[in-house]
């Protein structure tokens, strides 16, 4: 460690004139508003670790700062300090780094994989107590969301303190703890933020809510490169800043984890615990004890600043894909902050009149609290992580395992998913018998039991219907077989520990062996039910490959006898692509050798059963140009998931048009124009003739979740029956209702959110005969639905493709599941020579929900070549 030394003359001088000049460009901005710098407490420190302010040559909260100057300065004091590494763990979609401080005492670095094999120990269920001599590990995180600034501009500060000060309390916390500080979790969508609010702001600070500073542009700051919420995204996983967390927190294994943000500008500042009854039930007594510890250091901290808090209220800690409860099911304390937001650099309202610097001096705060808390309760954290994952193995040894089934491509995605979470999970080497039925090794997954992970195996795994609390500040369920569209079949402890022993002689399933390409074959053809399908379609159709799918189930000759395919087949036919040949077969070669596509050689147009493959029931897939409509009055979360879905999982190029600009685009140039759920708020007459035209000059609208309101708002669609919500029935009497008087003006909000689908798994009944529903492994398939709107079924019940069932898991009233029921989920309907298709729900949620992928990419590769035939049926077809 460094030595403190007495700055010279120099120096001295020129600190005095960087103040004269911060003083001199912030006075105006800054007045009656709080330094940051001042919350750290007045220690002693190592003069050759440079300050924030020093670094960056303003007063911290006095500017937003960037991604890349946060980046510049945590390299700098990790080459000036003996106490802080920087370890990079992943690179956003942006191509931003993402990294943690490492900040401990010098000894402890030069045993960091000792104190890491320790918490793997610690994280096993075989160790009841921990050693004194053990490390206690902090993880904190700022700034999850990009607009949520003064958790980022908050962290310097944190990281100086602790890598300069040489109070005998500092010393010995970083003798006794690690703290992985990370600076930035959403570094593109904080660096898309900074540049918006210092962009946007006079030498004169706006208070104004309205003024242009504190109103961000879509889609705002909030969210990563493709608008997902990322603090949505640590059960998913499905982006690389996440990933990237998560296998950092299971290689680290901390024993708190800390997830600082802000909230709505009237709000005071929150730290947990939150609403005492939507806590996951999986969640340990202690967990919540220490957490109540945790937070009198806080209020103490608050409480002699002056500064207002709440706690116990509006926050719960229920779904386990976000931030400050995924720490929970895994042994760990997470603890949520928020602190109410100025977004630019000063807000006025009714109840606040704040600056940013006051709001980052709140969050270095409750940092410095952390810290503090921790060296008392060090020995508590590492007590509560060997019994939560002692107690998790004890519960699992006795307890049914599960085992998984389905289509490869899908068994492959979800062990992926599973074995970053760190759960172990088990394939067969040749087949497995599965409910009677003979599977390959690659279509079969068991995940037992008896592992540390059981208590997050169990979240994953639960159908519950019904809970303690019903209403939730996030989605009520994540069952991982519907997401993923798999079967499962729970297993006894000793059927489950035969087939682990056996399993564990062949970690790796067998591959299907490669097949033979030959340049006179008639073709190939391709089943439609791996996740990797749409991408081979994407990438055949930049060789201008002329590909079609087949529409009723027909049987060929293969070379290990016949072979059935379904609808939705794929036939990539030689005759028709004579010139690209060569190169389709490569591409054909390079996709089955990194994916787990079935591709089966044809010989013959004759087939042994159905149709032959000339017929012309087969169906063409045109050539895709998607154009996806974003921008005010669209919800960013959907168009973001419909976006990243095309151009990461499909590699579909697609185009973003901007609500503003729609009246100046040539519509014809896209074969289906998709709108994601929104208000569409900017558009009128105008563009409800445009897209008229469009439709009835047989161009396709994908409407996706509840963009089809403004459709039928404005004249665009026309529904022989539509939204069912607050209709009145056929005798025209309004359904019964609770009386005013029976309803306590108190419990509005909780009313309306117990009527609310927050997030809910259905089950859909499909007709696969349709081409909207090709690809399916049987006629049910679980959607993921969110929101009580809906549709009747259309009179011709040819356009409908699916329809509601059964809640499969998840919180939804009983007035709810029943309206639902039987209702449209996909359907399409004609306008003109064109259709719109109806996907009443986000087929791509999150990037979690996989298993109903197949209604999204339908619609994208079959939509313009589908024809509805006309109904044979006078009356609605129920």
Same mark, same amino acid.
């Given at each position: 460690?460094?030595?403190?030394?007495?700055?010279?003359?120099?120096?001295?001088?020129?600190?005095?004139? @960087?103040?004269?000049? =911060? !003083?001199?460009?912030? %006075?105006?901005? +800054? #007045?009656?508003?709080? &330094?940051?710098?001042?919350?750290? $407490?007045?220690?002693?420190?190592?003069?050759?670790?440079?300050?924030?302010?020093?670094?960056?040559?303003?007063?911290?909260?006095?500017?937003? @700062?960037?991604?890349? =100057? !946060?980046?510049?300065? %945590?390299?700098? +004091? #990790?080459?000036?300090? &003996?106490?802080?590494?920087?370890? $990079?763990?992943?690179?956003?979609?942006?191509?931003?780094?993402?990294?943690?401080?490492?900040?401990?005492?010098?000894?402890?670095?030069?045993? @960091?994989?000792?104190?890491?094999?320790?918490?793997?120990?610690?994280?096993?269920?075989?160790?009841?107590?921990?050693?004194?001599?053990?490390?206690?590990?902090?993880?904190?995180?700022?700034?999850?969301?990009?607009?949520?600034?003064?958790?980022?501009?908050?962290?310097?500060?944190?990281?100086?303190?602790?890598?300069?000060?040489?109070?005998?309390?500092?010393?010995?916390?970083?003798?006794?703890?690690?703290?992985?500080?990370?600076?930035?979790?959403?570094?593109?969508?904080?660096?898309?933020?900074?540049?918006?609010?210092?962009?946007?702001?006079?030498?004169?600070?706006?208070?104004?809510?309205?003024?242009?500073?504190?109103?961000?542009?879509?889609?705002?700051?909030?969210?990563?490169?493709?608008?997902?919420?990322?603090?949505?995204?640590?059960?998913?996983?499905?982006?690389?800043?996440?990933?990237?967390?998560?296998?950092?927190?299971?290689?680290?294994?901390?024993?708190?984890?800390?997830?600082?943000?802000?909230?709505?500008?009237?709000?005071?500042?929150?730290?947990?615990?939150?609403?005492?009854?939507?806590?996951?039930?999986?969640?340990?007594?202690?967990?919540?004890?220490?957490?109540?510890?945790?937070?009198?250091?806080?209020?103490?901290?608050?409480?002699?600043?002056?500064?207002?808090?709440?706690?116990?209220?509006?926050?719960?800690?229920?779904?386990?894909?976000?931030?400050?409860?995924?720490?929970?099911?895994?042994?760990?304390?997470?603890?949520?902050?928020?602190?109410?937001?100025?977004?630019?650099?000063?807000?006025?309202?009714?109840?606040?009149?704040?600056?940013?610097?006051?709001?980052?001096?709140?969050?270095?705060?409750?940092?410095?609290?952390?810290?503090?808390?921790?060296?008392?309760?060090?020995?508590?954290?590492?007590?509560?992580?060997?019994?939560?994952?002692?107690?998790?193995?004890?519960?699992?040894?006795?307890?049914?395992?599960?085992?998984?089934?389905?289509?490869?491509?899908?068994?492959?995605?979800?062990?992926?998913?599973?074995?970053?979470?760190?759960?172990?999970?088990?394939?067969?080497?040749?087949?497995?018998?599965?409910?009677?039925?003979?599977?390959?090794?690659?279509?079969?997954?068991?995940?037992?039991?008896?592992?540390?992970?059981?208590?997050?195996?169990?979240?994953?795994?639960?159908?519950?219907?019904?809970?303690?609390?019903?209403?939730?500040?996030?989605?009520?369920?994540?069952?991982?077989?519907?997401?993923?569209?798999?079967?499962?079949?729970?297993?006894?402890?000793?059927?489950?520990?035969?087939?682990?022993?056996?399993?564990?002689?062949?970690?790796?399933?067998?591959?299907?062996?490669?097949?033979?390409?030959?340049?006179?074959?008639?073709?190939?053809?391709?089943?439609?039910?791996?996740?990797?399908?749409?991408?081979?379609?994407?990438?055949?159709?930049?060789?201008?490959?002329?590909?079609?799918?087949?529409?009723?189930?027909?049987?060929?000759?293969?070379?290990?006898?016949?072979?059935?395919?379904?609808?939705?087949?794929?036939?990539?036919?030689?005759?028709?692509?004579?010139?690209?040949?060569?190169?389709?077969?490569?591409?054909?070669?390079?996709?089955?050798?990194?994916?787990?596509?079935?591709?089966?050689?044809?010989?013959?147009?004759?087939?042994?059963?159905?149709?032959?493959?000339?017929?012309?029931?087969?169906?063409?897939?045109?050539?895709?140009?998607?154009?996806?409509?974003?921008?005010?009055?669209?919800?960013?979360?959907?168009?973001?998931?419909?976006?990243?879905?095309?151009?990461?999982?499909?590699?579909?190029?697609?185009?973003?048009?901007?609500?503003?600009?729609?009246?100046?685009?040539?519509?014809?140039?896209?074969?289906?124009?998709?709108?994601?759920?929104?208000?569409?708020?900017?558009?009128?007459?105008?563009?409800?003739?445009?897209?008229?035209?469009?439709?009835?000059?047989?161009?396709?609208?994908?409407?996706?979740?509840?963009?089809?309101?403004?459709?039928?708002?404005?004249?665009?669609?026309?529904?022989?029956?539509?939204?069912?919500?607050?209709?009145?029935?056929?005798?025209?009497?309004?359904?019964?209702?609770?009386?005013?008087?029976?309803?306590?003006?108190?419990?509005?909000?909780?009313?309306?959110?117990?009527?609310?689908?927050?997030?809910?798994?259905?089950?859909?009944?499909?007709?696969?005969?349709?081409?909207?529903?090709?690809?399916?492994?049987?006629?049910?398939?679980?959607?993921?639905?969110?929101?009580?709107?809906?549709?009747?079924?259309?009179?011709?019940?040819?356009?409908?493709?699916?329809?509601?069932?059964?809640?499969?898991?998840?919180?939804?009233?009983?007035?709810?599941?029943?309206?639902?029921?039987?209702?449209?989920?996909?359907?399409?309907?004609?306008?003109?020579?064109?259709?719109?298709?109806?996907?009443?729900?986000?087929?791509?949620?999150?990037?979690?929900?996989?298993?109903?992928?197949?209604?999204?990419?339908?619609?994208?590769?079959?939509?313009?070549?589908?024809?509805?035939?006309?109904?044979?049926?006078?009356?609605?077809?129920?």
């Amino acid at each position: 460690m460094h030595s403190p030394l007495k700055p010279d003359v120099g120096t001295v001088a020129k600190a005095c004139l @960087l103040v004269v000049f =911060q !003083v001199t460009c912030c %006075m105006q901005v +800054l #007045a009656n508003s709080e &330094d940051p710098a001042s919350v750290l $407490p007045r220690d002693k420190r190592d003069v050759m670790i440079t300050s924030p302010a020093d670094f960056f040559g303003f007063r911290m909260g006095s500017r937003h @700062l960037r991604h890349q =100057q !946060v980046c510049d300065y %945590m390299k700098l +004091l #990790a080459s000036e300090s &003996d106490r802080v590494a920087l370890v $990079p763990y992943a690179t956003s979609h942006g191509g931003r780094p993402l990294f943690v401080l490492v900040i401990t005492s010098p000894k402890n670095h030069a045993d @960091l994989a000792k104190i890491k094999k320790t918490h793997q120990e610690l994280a096993s269920g075989l160790r009841k107590v921990p050693r004194k001599e053990d490390h206690s590990i902090m993880y904190l995180g700022y700034g999850v969301h990009g607009d949520e600034a003064s958790a980022m501009n908050a962290s310097p500060l944190v990281a100086y303190h602790l890598a300069s000060s040489l109070a005998d309390s500092v010393v010995d916390s970083l003798e006794r703890s690690v703290f992985l500080l990370d600076p930035s979790l959403n570094p593109d969508g904080g660096s898309r933020f900074a540049h918006w609010a210092n962009e946007n702001r006079g030498r004169n600070a706006s208070q104004d809510p309205s003024d242009r500073e504190h109103q961000q542009d879509w889609p705002g700051g909030r969210t990563n490169y493709y608008w997902f919420d990322l603090n949505r995204d640590w059960l998913p996983a499905t982006h690389p800043e996440s990933r990237g967390r998560i296998q950092l927190f299971h290689e680290w294994k901390p024993n708190v984890v800390l997830d600082f943000h802000e909230m709505g500008s009237s709000s005071s500042y929150f730290f947990q615990p939150g609403i005492p009854a939507r806590t996951n039930p999986l969640t340990p007594a202690r967990n919540v004890e220490l957490t109540k510890l945790f937070a009198g250091f806080y209020a103490k901290q608050m409480d002699s600043a002056g500064e207002l808090f709440f706690t116990e209220e509006k926050f719960d800690d229920f779904y386990i894909g976000k931030g400050s409860t995924y720490p929970d099911v895994n042994g760990a304390v997470g603890i949520l902050f928020e602190q109410g937001s100025t977004r630019g650099l000063r807000m006025k309202n009714d109840r606040f009149e704040r600056s940013f610097s006051d709001c980052v001096a709140n969050q270095v705060r409750t940092s410095l609290a952390s810290v503090e808390a921790l060296a008392q309760y060090s020995e508590s954290v590492l007590q509560l992580q060997c019994e939560f994952f002692n107690d998790a193995l004890a519960t699992g040894r006795n307890s049914k395992s599960f085992l998984l089934s389905g289509e490869a491509s899908r068994i492959a995605a979800a062990k992926e998913l599973l074995g970053l979470h760190d759960i172990k999970s088990y394939q067969p080497r040749n087949v497995a018998v599965v409910n009677n039925s003979v599977r390959a090794s690659s279509e079969v997954l068991l995940i037992p039991s008896e592992q540390p992970q059981y208590t997050f195996i169990r979240s994953l795994m639960s159908r519950e219907k019904t809970f303690q609390e019903n209403i939730f500040y996030d989605v009520s369920t994540w069952h991982l077989p519907s997401a993923f569209g798999l079967e499962v079949q729970e297993m006894d402890v000793q059927e489950a520990g035969e087939l682990v022993a056996a399993y564990k002689k062949g970690e790796q399933a067998q591959k299907r062996t490669g097949i033979a390409f030959d340049a006179k074959a008639l073709g190939y053809a391709v089943p439609p039910d791996t996740l990797q399908f749409p991408k081979l379609i994407a990438l055949l159709q930049t060789k201008d490959a002329k590909l079609r799918v087949i529409t009723k189930p027909v049987s060929v000759s293969g070379s290990n006898g016949a072979v059935k395919l379904p609808q939705g087949t794929l036939l990539v036919l030689r005759p028709p692509n004579l010139d690209s040949w060569d190169e389709i077969q490569e591409c054909l070669k390079q996709v089955v050798a990194k994916s787990e596509l079935q591709v089966f050689p044809l010989t013959s147009s004759q087939t042994l059963e159905g149709p032959d493959l000339g017929s012309d029931t087969s169906l063409d897939v045109p050539i895709a140009k998607p154009a996806l409509v974003v921008g005010t009055g669209t919800n960013a979360y959907t168009a973001g998931s419909l976006w990243h879905h095309m151009d990461v999982r499909m590699n579909q190029p697609t185009t973003l048009l901007k609500t503003t600009t729609l009246g100046r685009v040539d519509l014809d140039a896209y074969s289906v124009l998709i709108l994601p759920d929104g208000s569409y708020s900017l558009w009128g007459e105008s563009q409800a003739k445009k897209l008229t035209r469009y439709l009835e000059e047989g161009g396709v609208v994908v409407a996706v979740c509840n963009s089809l309101s403004w459709l039928t708002a404005n004249g665009v669609v026309d529904l022989s029956e539509s939204e069912s919500e607050d209709k009145e029935e056929e005798d025209g009497e309004k359904p019964e209702r609770t009386r005013s008087s029976d309803k306590r003006f108190g419990d509005a909000r909780e009313d309306a959110a117990l009527k609310s689908i927050a997030g809910a798994m259905f089950e859909v009944k499909v007709d696969s005969t349709h081409p909207l529903a090709y690809g399916f492994p049987s006629d049910t398939v679980p959607v993921f639905r969110r929101g009580t709107y809906h549709y009747q079924r259309p009179e011709n019940s040819y356009q409908t493709a699916a329809i509601y069932g059964d809640v499969i898991a998840g919180y939804v009233n009983d007035d709810n599941a029943k309206e639902l029921q039987g209702t449209a989920a996909v359907f399409v309907v004609p306008v003109g020579k064109g259709r719109v298709i109806v996907l009443a729900d986000n087929p791509v949620f999150r990037g979690y929900v996989r298993a109903t992928e197949p209604f999204f990419t339908n619609a994208v590769y079959l939509g313009p070549s589908i024809r509805l035939p006309k109904s044979t049926n006078d009356e609605h077809d129920h």
